[in-house]
């Protein structure tokens, strides 16, 4: 299990994470969203040891990690896999020696045991062999993401880290990569830890779900619960985000008749054209178009 | 003060970066593609450089000993002393600054930019040890062989190109080679490579690693990287000769 306490990190005079505290919950896939700025890279950064935080405390299985020793740290290094926003794919290696690379460093099997790992590794993620032998320069976005996820779980971790898996990737190269991400979870009983913006992430996959707000833990719950959460900074990033859009419009509507009045005017402007209603600006909502 | 700030995180680099190796045949491994990278990769560079650089200096000689009284056997023994004494070593490796130099610091710069060193520091690798230590021990190996074979080259230019302009007889400039022949030149110009050796890799190194920022910063951390080695080097070399000759 991982728990984060008063996490604090500031760069000079800049706060960009304000005592945020968070337990994440094991062989879950636990979300962090927020819009960008929010401080959720700083947080994953802080929690898998790339950056210090100014304060706090970040716990694995009841040790806090930032008092570890270096041999200590190294032994937690080594059960954490990371999916970086970019891929972070060797680029003077295949991929194939991308994925056997961990193995290579930190395993004394066999080179055909390792190979065999790779190749199961890279069938998991659905890789196509033809691919194997090729630079990350040469295949897709997508194909770079599922070999950099092959190469996170090469190792079994217990511990998988995702920045922001589907930035840059099409809206349905996304969904197979959260299929991936989530079904990984499950069969490796990973604590998967995922960073995102994109909200078809949160219900597709978010078991657990903690909304940063500049710099705040602004809510924390489930992805049933976040349909009926209540908390307006939250609603305003919901709204701002077209798949909950619908459903959090038409439970308002039917509950309320009404928009909430602290929703941006773009936003607005974009309900009322989808919903090809009049509003006046009064907020008075009638019977959505269909 | 960011000149000083520069050179305590210069040597603040250093630190933690003599540690065991995660597995050593990796390290093994990254130490000999370095050496093929800094020492086969600027081989070509460095002799066509070294080869002309002779020539050039034979006929510049020859051009101002002009009186008869001065053997034509001097002509081969300034190139020679000059050649083993500044041109190979400094010359050289204010090309290889610019060649490995350049190549370092984009390389460890882009791994930044893209998260490639994250992603080594994530496995627990030591990224230090891993990315800049051979580098520097690779150019600390390969660059003074590449010194040698300047030194070799250039003489060997120098010897043909007296002979094709006519200037110097290959005979003369042979036995001018021979005379006065001091061995403590070459163990100083050996001295040198090795110090600049250490400045062209472990100064982009540390610019390269550190670098904040997209594809523009990368560029200006090279070319930061080359200017600051030229300038460290040609100061290494002041007080090398103040100090050892």
Redesign the interface.
């Known amino acids: 299990m991982i728990e984060i306490k008063n996490i604090k990190k500031s760069f000079g005079e800049k706060v960009v994470l304000k005592e945020v505290s968070a337990v994440m919950e094991p062989g879950k896939c636990n979300l962090i969203i927020g819009s960008s700025g929010s401080g959720k890279t700083v947080l994953m950064k802080c929690i898998v040891g790339l950056m210090q935080p100014t304060e706090g405390e970040v716990i694995y299985n009841g040790k806090n990690y930032i008092t570890m020793s270096l041999e200590e740290k190294k032994a937690i290094r080594k059960e954490i896999g990371m999916l970086f926003q970019g891929s972070a794919l060797f680029d003077s290696q295949t991929v194939e020696q991308n994925v056997i690379f961990p193995l290579d460093m930190f395993s004394t099997d066999k080179y055909a045991v390792k190979r065999k790992r790779v190749k199961e590794v890279l069938d998991r993620v659905h890789l196509a062999e033809d691919a194997y032998k090729k630079f990350p320069s040469e295949i897709s976005g997508g194909m770079q993401k599922r070999v950099a996820l092959a190469r996170a779980i090469v190792l079994n971790p217990k511990y998988l880290f995702c920045d922001e898996p589907n930035s840059g990737l099409d809206p349905q190269t996304s969904i197979v990569i959260d299929k991936l991400i989530k079904e990984i979870t499950e069969e490796y009983e990973t604590t998967t830890i995922m960073n995102t913006h994109d909200m078809n992430s949160v219900m597709e996959i978010g078991d657990h779900i903690v909304y940063m707000h500049q710099g705040t833990k602004e809510w924390e719950g489930t992805n049933k619960e976040i349909i009926y959460s209540d908390n307006q900074k939250l609603n305003e990033f919901i709204f701002a985000s077209q798949f909950l859009q619908d459903a959090k419009h038409m439970r308002m509507i039917q509950e309320t008749g009404e928009i909430p009045k602290n929703v941006h005017d773009d936003v607005r402007d974009a309900l009322e054209e989808k919903f090809n209603t009049d509003m006046d600006g009064d907020g008075i909502v009638g019977s959505p178009a269909e | 003060m960011k000149i000083l700030r520069e050179f305590g995180e210069y040597i603040k680099m250093f630190k933690g970066m003599f540690r065991m190796p995660?597995?050593r045949s990796?390290y093994w491994r990254q130490f000999m593609l370095q050496c093929n990278d800094i020492g086969i990769g600027s081989l070509g560079i460095i002799s066509i450089i070294s080869v002309f650089i002779g020539a050039v200096s034979t006929v510049q000689t020859a051009y101002q000993l002009v009186s008869p009284i001065i053997p034509k056997t001097t002509i081969a023994q300034i190139v020679r002393d000059t050649v083993i004494l500044e041109f190979a070593p400094t010359l050289g490796c204010i090309v290889l600054a610019g060649v490995v130099g350049s190549k370092i610091a984009s390389e460890l710069g882009?791994m930044r930019v893209?998260?490639?060193i994250?992603?080594l520091?994530?496995?627990?690798?030591n990224t230090k040890a891993y990315l800049i230590l051979p580098k520097i021990l690779a150019g600390v190996v390969t660059i003074p062989l590449l010194i040698i074979i300047a030194m070799v080259l250039g003489i060997v230019g120098g010897r043909i190109a007296g002979s094709a302009a006519g200037i110097i007889d290959p005979s003369i400039y042979d036995n001018g080679l021979l005379m006065n022949f001091n061995g403590y030149n070459v163990f100083f110009a050996l001295t040198k490579s090795f110090v600049f050796a250490f400045l062209i890799t472990s100064v982009p190194s540390f610019y390269g690693y550190h670098v904040k920022g997209g594809a523009l910063e990368i560029g200006r951390s090279s070319t930061r990287a080359v200017v600051v080695s030229c300038v460290l080097l040609l100061l290494a070399d002041y007080i090398l000769s103040a100090l050892m000759l």
């Open positions: 995660e597995n990796m882009n893209s998260e490639q994250d992603a520091e994530i496995m627990g690798i």
